[in-house]
């Protein structure tokens, strides 16, 4: 059986397509990738987070756009790491 992948840009405000940035869609859950890198997953049935352990704070430019995936900022971030709500795993 195949799966679904569907793949586009992020999108600012404004509605401009951000070069670099995607939001890739999975029959499993949706992904944000930051150039090569898969940042982090969010799983559709359960809405569980899991981060990538290198990349998910690797520059101002990925924390910037993982802020708009997440829909919170670096430090609500760091605080679901440390109370285990979110997971790091090597998704790369």
């Known amino acids: 059986m195949s799966k679904k992948v569907n ?3 992020m999108r600012s ?5 951000i070069a670099n940035q995607f939001i890739i869609n ?3 859950g949706e992904f944000f990738q930051s150039y090569k890198s898969i940042i982090a997953k969010r799983e ?5 987070i899991t ?7 690797y520059s101002t430019t990925t924390g910037k756009y993982r802020n708009i995936f997440l ?4 430090s609500e971030t760091q605080q679901k790491i440390k109370s285990g709500e ?3 795993a090597d998704l790369n």
């Open 86 to 88: 979110y997971t790091l």
């Open 26 to 28: 999975t029959d499993d």
């Open 7 to 9: 793949v586009r840009n």
């Open 13 to 17: 405000r404004n509605g401009n397509e």
């Open 51 to 57: 981060l990538d352990e290198t990349y998910w704070d």
């Open 71 to 74: 829909d919170e900022n670096k």
């Open 44 to 48: 559709y049935m359960t809405g569980k």
